[in-house]
C-alpha cells in the first residue's frame, strides 16, 4: 500500500474540472491548479487548491519552457506524483511534463493517439477497427490516388483540434486541391476523410489498468460538425440500454482503448455507423471527460459523476489502493444546447419536471433532462430544441484555424 497522502498537478486552459479537483482535494491530497491568466477570476474552487498558478497567453501561446522550469521549480520543495490534464488542448502540456520530469502516467507517444487525428486513424486501422478511408497529406500521388478512388464527399480536418474545430468539406477533386494549396505548408497538419453519412455516437468510459469500468453510449441528435458548418442546436442522448448499437459501440470502445494503450482515466470516445452498410466506424477518442455538459447528461443518467470517479481513479493508482465503481442506474438523459443571442437568457418557461440541469454559461441556452422514459427525453428535446430555435439561438461564424497543435 502506498503513502496515502499524494501531489496532484492539474492542468487547464478552459473553466471546467472543479468536481475533480474537488474530489482529489476530499481524499487527503495536496492539489495544485496551472491554467491561463484569462481564467484568473473564474469560480475555481479555491478552498479545495494548495495553490493556483497562472500562466501568460491561453493553449498554444504557453511557453512550454518556462511551463517546465516553473513546475521544475514547484518540485524543489514538493514532490509531484502525478500530473493530470483536463482538457484535449492541456493532453500535450502533460505528456511533455511527465516525459521531462519523469512522472509517470500516458507518455507523449500514447498521448498522440489521443489527441492527433492521423495517428488514431492508423492506430485504429492496424487494430483492426473501421475507418473511414484516409490519407494523410504529406505526398501529392497519396492524395490523388485517394481522390481517385474514393468517393467524395470529403473532409479535410485538422489533426489535432477539437471537436469540428476548422473541418472543411469538399466535394470534388478540384476543390480537394485548392482547400490543399490554400493550407500552403499547413497542409501537413491536416488529413483528408471520406465524409460517411450516418448516426454519429459518443462512448464516455472510466478505465482502471486498462479494463473499461463503466461506458454510456449517447446518440448525437444534432452532430458538432453539422452545427459549426451551418448553425443549428445541440442535442445529444444516450441511447437504449442492450441494444445492437449500444453493445457494438461498448465492444468496439474497448478495443480503441486496448489499442491506444489507455491505461487509467476518463475517456470519450466517437463512432458513426454508416448509413449505406450499417456498420461501426471509428471516428475519434480523447482522453478526457467530454465537454459541452455531457458529463452533466451523463450523470442524469446514470448517477454517474464522470468528473469525481476520474478523480478517484486517479487517487487510487497513485496511492495503489482499490477503486469500486458506484452503482450505475440505468436511467435516460438528453442535453439540448445552443448559442443564445441574450446574455443570461430566460429560460423559466422550460419547467418540465424532467429538468435536472440548466446550462450556466453566459450567451448559451441550454437544458439537460432526465426520465425513466427514453421516448420522453427524445420527445422534450425535439420540443425544447423547436422553442430554442424560435426565440434564442444566434450563430455564430466559425473561425479559421490559425494556429495548430
Not at 476523410?193 to 464516455?204: I, L, M, R, S, W
Not at 452532430?223 to 448553425?231: D, F, N, V
Request: include cysteine.
Amino acid at each position: 500500500m502506498g503513502n496515502q497522502h499524494k501531489t496532484f498537478l492539474c492542468i487547464s486552459n478552459y473553466f471546467k474540472g472543479s468536481a475533480f479537483l474537488i474530489e482529489l482535494k476530499k481524499a487527503g491530497n495536496t492539489v495544485f491548479l496551472i491554467t491561463t491568466e484569462k481564467l484568473r477570476d473564474s469560480n475555481w474552487p479555491h478552498e479545495y487548491l494548495d495553490d493556483i498558478y497562472y500562466m501568460p497567453g491561453q493553449d498554444l501561446d504557453w511557453d512550454m519552457e518556462k511551463l517546465l522550469t516553473g513546475v521544475a521549480g514547484i518540485m524543489k520543495e514538493t514532490k509531484i506524483d502525478a500530473i493530470v490534464a483536463l482538457d484535449d488542448y492541456d493532453v500535450e502540456k502533460a505528456t511533455f511534463l511527465r516525459e521531462n520530469l519523469r512522472i509517470p502516467g500516458m507518455g507523449q507517444t500514447t498521448g498522440r493517439y489521443f489527441r492527433d487525428k492521423l495517428a488514431m486513424r492508423i492506430r485504429a486501422h492496424d487494430a483492426g477497427l473501421l475507418v473511414p478511408p484516409f490519407s494523410a497529406l504529406f505526398h501529392d500521388n497519396d492524395i490523388n490516388h485517394f481522390a481517385d478512388t474514393v468517393p467524395a464527399p470529403w473532409v479535410l480536418k485538422p489533426r489535432s483540434e477539437a471537436s469540428a474545430h476548422g473541418i472543411i468539406k469538399v466535394y470534388d477533386k478540384d476543390s480537394l486541391w485548392q482547400n490543399i494549396h490554400d493550407l500552403g505548408d499547413n497542409r501537413l497538419r491536416y488529413l483528408v476523410e471520406q465524409f460517411k453519412p450516418g448516426d454519429v455516437y459518443h462512448a464516455d468510459s472510466l478505465i482502471l489498468k486498462g479494463k473499461t469500468l463503466f461506458c454510456t453510449v449517447s446518440k448525437y441528435l444534432a452532430t458538432p460538425m453539422e452545427i459549426s458548418q451551418g448553425g443549428g442546436i445541440f442535442r445529444s442522448a444516450n441511447i437504449p440500454y442492450g441494444s445492437e448499437d449500444d453493445k457494438a459501440i461498448k465492444e468496439a470502445n474497448k478495443k480503441v482503448m486496448k489499442a491506444f494503450g489507455m491505461k487509467n482515466g476518463a475517456a470519450h470516445t466517437e463512432f458513426i455507423k454508416g448509413k449505406e452498410d450499417g456498420k461501426i466506424y471509428f471516428l475519434e477518442t480523447s482522453s478526457r471527460v467530454g465537454g459541452a455538459h455531457l458529463a452533466e447528461m451523463v450523470e442524469g443518467a446514470t448517477n454517474i459523476n464522470l468528473w469525481a470517479e476520474w478523480a478517484k481513479i486517479e487517487d487510487a493508482v497513485a496511492k495503489d489502493k482499490d477503486y469500486k465503481m458506484p452503482k450505475v442506474t440505468k436511467g435516460y438523459a438528453g442535453i439540448v444546447l445552443t448559442l443564445s443571442k441574450y446574455q443570461h437568457p430566460d429560460l423559466s418557461s422550460f419547467d418540465d419536471s424532467e429538468v435536472c440541469f440548466r446550462v450556466p454559461l453566459e450567451y448559451h441556452a441550454g437544458l439537460i433532462v432526465k426520465s425513466n422514459n427514453h421516448k420522453k427525453v427524445l420527445d422534450l428535446l425535439d420540443d425544447y430544441a423547436a422553442r430554442l430555435s424560435d426565440g434564442y439561438s444566434t450563430i455564430a461564424e466559425q473561425e479559421k484555424v490559425k494556429k495548430f497543435h
